[in-house]
C-alpha cells in the first residue's frame, strides 16, 4: 500500500514564524503535491514537483515555497506565517507514466495549521 | 483551466437510501478521481476512472469522458457514508489534480 505521512496532525504556530511542513512517502512516486483546504473552496494546489530539486507554482504559491531534496520528501515553508495561512494542508503523491501524465495520486493525513 | 462542478452541495440522507453525485467539468480530461474525506481529514480513494464503470461494493462511479461528468452511485448508505466526496479531474497539463468544491454527505440512523 502506498503510504504517505505528514509529520503532524496539528500545528499552532506564532504570526512571522518560519514553518517546515514535512511529507514522506514511501513508493518512489516522482511527483509530490502540496494543497491546501478551506471551508467552501475545495483543495487548492500551491505547488507540486516531478523530480529531485525541482517545483512548479500551483494556483496560489504566495506566501510559500517548497524544497525537494530527496525523491521522497517534499517540504512546504511558510517563510513568515500570517492569520490568514490558517487551513488545512494535505501532501499527495503519485507515478508519472510514460506519456507524461500522472497515475492515481495518494494523500496523507493532513496538517491542521492555526497561526495565532 | 478546468472548471469542476460537484452537485448537489449537501446531501441528507436516511441509512439505507440510495444517492447520485454528480461532477462536471468544463474541458476535455484524461483521468478523474473520487475521494471520500472522513471527519479526521484523511482523502480516501474511491475510484480512479478515466471513462467506463467501476464498482467496489456498494458504490460505483461512471464518467462519461466525451460528455464532460463523472458520477458517484452509494447504495444503502450507512452512518459512515458520512463525510465529503470530491472529484477530481487531472488539469489539461496532466500534471495535477484539479478538486471541486465537494458534496457534503450526512447519513442519519
Known amino acids: 500500500d502506498v503510504k504517505v505521512t505528514q509529520s503532524s496532525r496539528y500545528l499552532v504556530k506564532r504570526t512571522g514564524e518560519k514553518v517546515f511542513l514535512e511529507c514522506v512517502q514511501d513508493m518512489d512516486h516522482e511527483n509530490m503535491f502540496w494543497y491546501r483546504q478551506d471551508p467552501g473552496l475545495g483543495l487548492r494546489l500551491i505547488y507540486f514537483?516531478?523530480?529531485?530539486?525541482?517545483?512548479e507554482k500551483g494556483d496560489i504559491p504566495e506566501g510559500y515555497s517548497v524544497s525537494r531534496e530527496k525523491k521522497e520528501r517534499f517540504s512546504l515553508i511558510l517563510e513568515s506565517a500570517s492569520t490568514n495561512q490558517t487551513s488545512m494542508y494535505l501532501c499527495?503523491?503519485?507515478?508519472?507514466?510514460?506519456?507524461?501524465?500522472?497515475?492515481?495520486?495518494?494523500f496523507g493525513q493532513g496538517t491542521r495549521l492555526t497561526v495565532v | 483551466g478546468i472548471q469542476v462542478e460537484q452537485s448537489p452541495p449537501d446531501l441528507i440522507l436516511q441509512e439505507g437510501a440510495n444517492s447520485t453525485l454528480r461532477c462536471n467539468f468544463s474541458?476535455?480530461?484524461?483521468?478523474l478521481q473520487w475521494f471520500h474525506q472522513n471527519p479526521w481529514g484523511q482523502l480516501i480513494n474511491l475510484f480512479y476512472i478515466p471513462s467506463g464503470t467501476k464498482q467496489n461494493g456498494r458504490l460505483s462511479a461512471t464518467t462519461v469522458a466525451t460528455e464532460r461528468y463523472s458520477l458517484l452511485y452509494i447504495s444503502s448508505s450507512q452512518t459512515t457514508d458520512s463525510g465529503v466526496y470530491f472529484c477530481a479531474p487531472l488539469n489539461q497539463a496532466g500534471t495535477a489534480l484539479i478538486f471541486g468544491k465537494g458534496t457534503t454527505l450526512s447519513v442519519s440512523s
Open positions: 499527495a503523491s503519485s507515478l508519472i507514466l510514460q506519456d507524461g501524465l500522472n497515475t492515481e495520486a495518494f
Open positions: 514537483s516531478y523530480d529531485v530539486k525541482m517545483k
Open positions: 474541458d476535455s480530461v484524461n483521468n
